[in-house]
């Protein structure tokens, strides 16, 4: 297969303005046009929709109640009346996450969720503050994280080894979760676009229809993922709050 | 792999520090106040409305206790009016015929008086008749004149045997 006929091609960036500031590229890429579609799009729905603050709400509306509540519910189960707090962010994650793997479903669109880099920068923005967060409420004595109660004294060397890299492999988990998950989806669809291509008469039917399939299976893989993402984001500040 | 590329990596962090901050501050002031004062807005209409609704179901409570009050008194007032009532035709009934019974008494006496009276007069009358009868008779017969007091004195003695 030629390199331009790789599936991987789609993940390429390609520079839309070139802008250096010092020595290093800060060019406005596809990526960052996808990520400024999404913006575009949060907001201004966001904002129109409820701008008429009518009590009975309209269709549209009502779909941006939902998803507050929805966020809301998240973090009010998990973390509770602390996590109000938060929910400014939380929402944020799960819109910027969520519009993020859906404008990457636009065909011919990229998606900056399936680059490791963007998924591993909100990562790591909830890890620091989170672990920060523990600091502030609990102090050194937030370090009791790694040690599990009820747990015989002489486990705990081999314990506590273990909880520490687990707490430090969150955000590695976090963003490889959800940047293998856009990376293997579209992959997968741009494969079976070759297969459609490649395939001789009418049989290229067949991954067409797959390719159907795969299109409602990415779309839940992409709400799952920003679901994921934001409630695993609201148990870290859980955990902030309540060591054990 | 091009996401294995450092060659975008620093554009890739700053227009997501740039567009995600963005989308923060403009969510959390922006959209997500004007959602929560809807939500807000919506929960203190439906509250108010409850509240209402509580207090107008405690009113017609209120309202159904009185009605169910006053017929309760009714049914009184008039099972004790329809008792007095009872009694009092009962002793007026009791009045009236023990009236109406003296009368009929009285009444009864004073004829039976009558009819005494009248009685006497007629047998008297009838004592005369005989007479007169047995005068003529006696007379038509044997030709025999019989003086009056002869006829009575016969008379009472035939009375006499009959009775």
Not at chain 1, 121 to 138: K, M, P, Q, S
Not at chain 1, 169 to 177: E, T
């Amino acid at each position: 297969m030629a390199a331009k006929d790789s599936p991987l091609k789609q993940f390429e960036i390609d520079t839309i303005s070139n802008i250096e500031i010092g020595n290093y590229n800060l060019s406005f890429t596809n990526s960052s046009f996808a990520m400024l579609l999404t913006v575009l799009i949060i907001t201004l729905f966001l904002t129109l929709t409820v701008n008429t603050r009518s009590i009975i709400p309209t269709r549209m509306q009502l779909i941006s109640e939902l998803m507050y509540n929805f966020i809301a519910q998240l973090l009010n189960d998990t973390v509770g009346d602390n996590g109000k707090k938060y929910f400014p962010f939380v929402f944020s994650l799960f819109m910027f996450v969520l519009i993020g793997n859906m404008v990457g479903m636009i065909p011919y669109q990229f998606t900056f969720t399936s680059h490791i880099i963007v998924t591993f920068a909100l990562a790591a923005v909830v890890f620091i503050g989170v672990t920060i967060l523990g600091f502030i409420n609990h102090g050194i004595k937030f370090f009791s994280l790694f040690v599990i109660p009820g747990v015989p004294f002489y486990m705990h060397p081999l314990l506590i080894p273990i909880e520490v890299i687990s707490y430090l492999s969150r955000p590695i988990s976090l963003s490889v979760r959800l940047f293998a998950n856009m990376l293997a989806g579209h992959t997968l669809l741009k494969v079976f676009a070759g297969f459609v291509v490649s395939m001789p008469f009418f049989t290229g039917v067949f991954p067409l229809a797959f390719i159907v399939a795969l299109t409602g299976l990415e779309i839940l893989i992409a709400f799952l993922q920003a679901y994921v993402f934001a409630i695993l984001t609201c148990l870290y500040i859980n955990d902030a709050y309540h060591l054990h | 792999m091009p996401q294995l590329n450092p060659e975008f990596f620093v554009s890739q962090l700053f227009w997501l520090a740039v567009f995600f901050s963005f989308l923060l501050i403009f969510l959390w002031r922006v959209s997500l106040p004007r959602i929560s004062l809807v939500l807000e807005k919506r929960q203190r209409k439906i509250d108010e409305n409850l509240s209402s609704a509580k207090m107008l179901q405690e009113q017609a409570q209120e309202i159904e206790s009185n009605i169910n009050n006053k017929i309760s008194k009714a049914k009184q007032d008039a099972d004790e009016k329809i008792k007095k009532a009872i009694s009092s035709l009962q002793s007026d009934v009791s009045t009236k015929l023990s009236t109406l019974d003296e009368e009929l008494e009285i009444k009864i006496s004073n004829s039976e008086k009558e009819i005494l009276k009248s009685k006497e007069s007629q047998m008297k009358n009838i004592d005369n008749e005989i007479a007169n009868i047995t005068k003529i008779t006696v007379s038509k017969i044997t030709n025999l004149s019989i003086s009056e007091s002869e006829i009575e004195q016969a008379i009472k003695t035939r009375k006499g045997l009959l009775s």
